[in-house]
């Protein structure tokens, strides 16, 4: 009788295994006895409202802004690499080169002037009193490079009357750049005499040209070959038809065969610069 009451409550109490892992509790439902396979918590579908959700939201939209900046500064960088050639016409280019060779011609011209003073010094028996007679022959063509003498000749007389729009000193370089690219070889704005140290700065009533204040009307005139110094401002996409079209200005170019420039420029003293003797 003892035995089958022990053997009905071993049926109905049957003994807890130990654990196959240390550590792992086991639950009831992991009892493989029974059939029954670890239940598995689901977790409730998060709303966009939670914390995490919003941090991931955002990052994903920090990452693409960032991309799309760094794509847009890489076709602007693209876009400014390219060379300013490109947007040329076929006159402008033919120009450009033509104005390029006469540079060429007047820098060979040049060398080869200066290469026959040399050799003409150093064969002298005196080559102090050579020196100082080349030095004299040449302080005419110095004196007009330098702007410290008058000159006059050939050359066109540049007139240039502001709209409602205000000419930018940028514009108006370029186009003292595009005359010296023609040739020009002494040029004048307004009362100012143009020389390799000239500057233009915006101010606030015009431009200020080597320290003078200038405005609307400006008169720069230029000594030169008429017709390429001509054809330097009015070409079709030149600076004279930007000058039109951007600053809604009015441009105009006479050619003269005496175009006279008076204004001089005071001889620069040099502090650390000396003669080769």
């Known amino acids: 009788m003892k035995w089958t009451q022990h053997k009905a409550n071993a049926a109905d109490n049957p003994p807890k295994l130990p654990p196959e892992h240390p550590g792992r509790v086991r639950g009831d439902g992991d009892d493989t006895r029974t059939g029954s396979f670890p239940v598995v918590r689901r977790h409730p579908p998060r709303g966009f409202g939670s ?29 400014n690499t390219k060379s300013t050639y490109e947007g040329l016409s076929e006159d402008e280019l033919v120009r ?33 009193q050579e020196a100082a007679r080349i030095a004299q022959q040449n302080e005419q063509s110095s004196g007009i490079l330098a702007g410290h003498l008058p000159a006059k000749g050939k050359g066109v007389l540049i007139s240039i009357e502001e709209g409602n729009d205000r000419i930018d000193a940028a514009t108006l370089f370029t186009l003292i750049e595009e005359l010296r690219n023609a040739g020009a070889e002494v040029i004048s704005f307004n009362d100012v005499r143009v020389v390799t140290s000239t500057y233009l ?6 431009v200020k040209c080597d320290d003078k204040d200038l405005h609307s009307p400006y008169e720069i005139d230029a000594i030169g070959d008429p017709d390429a110094l001509q054809n330097a401002v009015q070409i079709a996409g030149g600076v004279g038809s930007r000058i039109k079209v951007q600053f ?8 003269s065969n005496s175009v006279k420039i008076d204004q001089i420029r005071k001889p620069q003293p040099y502090q650390y610069a000396q003669t080769v003797e």
């Open 248 to 255: 809604h200005a009015s441009v105009s170019v006479q050619q």
């Open 51 to 79: 914390q995490s959700t919003r941090i991931k939201v955002l990052t994903s939209i920090l990452v693409a802004l960032m991309c799309a900046l760094l794509g847009f500064g890489y076709v602007v960088q693209v876009h």
């Open 96 to 128: 450009l080169l033509d104005e390029t060779s006469n540079q060429v011609d007047k820098l060979e011209e040049r060398r080869s002037q200066l290469s026959q003073q040399l050799t003409s010094i150093q064969s002298a028996a005196d080559k102090q």
């Open 201 to 206: 700065k915006d101010t606030k009533e015009g």
